[in-house]
């Protein structure tokens, strides 16, 4: 009869031991995510790109120049899409080249190619020049140069 009370003390404790550690052991129930939510973020007022940025002087108002901050500039002599600044103008009048003509380009900004197959931005299809005497960032040294020189606005 020992033998009948011990083999159910066992199986009767076995299995509340076992109830009690599954009661103990359920996965918890999920908790919910806290929302977060973020301020939206300012849009600037000049656009931020790769290619130009816009830099204002009280003299020539607004203007753009490259991300380093060198002005650039359009050739009146150009037609929209065509660059006629060749030679030894193209010499004190560096294009402003770009790498490829396909990609993600700002708005109002396009790539020519040029006679010599190079590609160039330009600015509402007027093709972008550098000075060669501008030596520093915002340097507008070739504004009004000869009447047909004018930093790109």
């Not at 009661?23 to 973020?38: C, G, L, N, Y």
């Not at 656009?47 to 108002?61: A, E, H, I, R």
């Not at 004190?92 to 490829?100: D, R």
């Not at 006679?115 to 093709?127: H, I, R, T």
């Amino acid at each position: 009869m020992m033998a009948v009370v011990v083999v159910l003390v066992v199986l009767v404790g076995g299995y509340g031991g076992y109830r009690l550690y599954k009661h103990f052991t359920r996965p918890a129930a999920p908790q919910p995510v806290a929302q977060t939510t973020t301020a939206p973020t300012a849009t600037p007022s000049v656009p931020q790109n790769s290619v130009y940025k816009m830099t204002q002087t009280s003299k020539l108002g607004s203007f753009l120049t490259d991300i380093k901050g060198m002005t650039l500039y359009t050739y009146a002599k150009d037609k929209t899409g065509v660059s006629n600044c060749t030679g030894q103008c193209l010499v004190a009048w560096p294009a402003f080249t770009a790498p490829t003509a396909s990609g993600n380009l700002p708005e109002s900004v396009t790539v020519i190619t040029r006679s010599d197959k190079s590609l160039q931005y330009a600015w509402k299809g007027m093709p972008l020049y550098y000075y060669s005497g501008d030596k520093a960032a915002g340097d507008t040294n070739g504004e009004g140069i000869g009447g047909v020189w004018s930093v790109a606005k």
